[in-house]
């Protein structure tokens, strides 16, 4: 069992805006802004898409954008494009338990 | 550029041992948490083990406490995952990583698979 909790799928229409929640506890994401997103293509090694929450690293499309509230955190893509079809996991640092915990994944269809 | 490359993946059976490498370039290895990450076929990305810099400090996932080591060989810039005990349930696609407060940079992985 995933210790983050993600939906299993997400789908849009190319040009519509999705949203992914990732819920923790306050353990993790509740008190920790150590929050990541990636990408993966299936037999891709993952892809870093956000870190420290909603920071995005330098090449990331700013079609993709993260929050967190709570014990929540959220990425969203706008603008969706046939190429944002992939997995997507969240991450966060949990030092009470294993350091880092991911959730089980969304997978994102473009309809 | 940076660049991660896992080898030694492989078929082993039950009970049975295999030493994960992972060749690090393009960053500064000798200072950098690396980590190992593992992902059944089809399913989530799971936390295996960590170490820092210096390889001074370790950490494991409690699924594989006392059967997995990891080390790292900074004068040559690499990254081990010793594995003893091997399950079937080890079998997976495993991942080198550096990490910051994230998973900056991945290798793209190497099978480990563990059947009779």
């Known amino acids: 069992q995933p210790a983050l909790t993600q939906p299993a799928s997400v789908s849009g229409s190319p040009g519509q805006s999705i949203t992914i929640s990732c819920t923790g506890t306050s353990s993790d994401i509740g008190t920790y802004n150590y929050v990541s997103w990636y990408q993966q293509y299936p037999g891709k090694a993952p892809k870093l898409l956000i870190y420290d929450v909603t920071k995005r690293p330098s090449g990331v499309s700013n079609r993709f954008s993260a929050s967190k509230s709570g014990n929540t955190a959220s990425l969203t893509i706008s603008g969706l494009q046939a190429e944002d079809e992939a997995d997507y996991y969240c991450c966060s640092y949990a030092p009470g338990r294993t350091p880092w915990v991911f959730g089980g994944g969304t997978k994102v269809t473009v309809l | 550029e940076v660049h991660l490359v896992e080898s030694g993946g492989g078929l082993v059976q039950p009970g049975g041992s295999l030493t994960l490498s992972c060749a690090a370039s393009?960053?500064?290895?000798?200072?950098?948490?690396m980590h190992w990450v593992r992902q059944v076929p089809g399913m989530g990305l799971v936390w295996v083990s960590r170490?820092?810099?210096?390889?001074?400090?370790?950490t494991y996932a409690d699924s594989v406490k006392g059967r997995f080591t990891i080390s790292r060989d900074n004068a040559k810039s690499m990254l081990f995952l010793q594995m003893t005990g091997l399950r079937v349930e080890d079998t997976a696609v495993y991942f080198c990583s550096r990490v910051e407060n994230e998973f900056d940079f991945w290798g793209q992985g190497t099978l480990v698979t563990v059947s009779s």
């Open positions: 393009g960053f500064s290895f000798s200072t950098s948490w």
């Open positions: 170490i820092n810099g210096d390889g001074t400090t370790t």
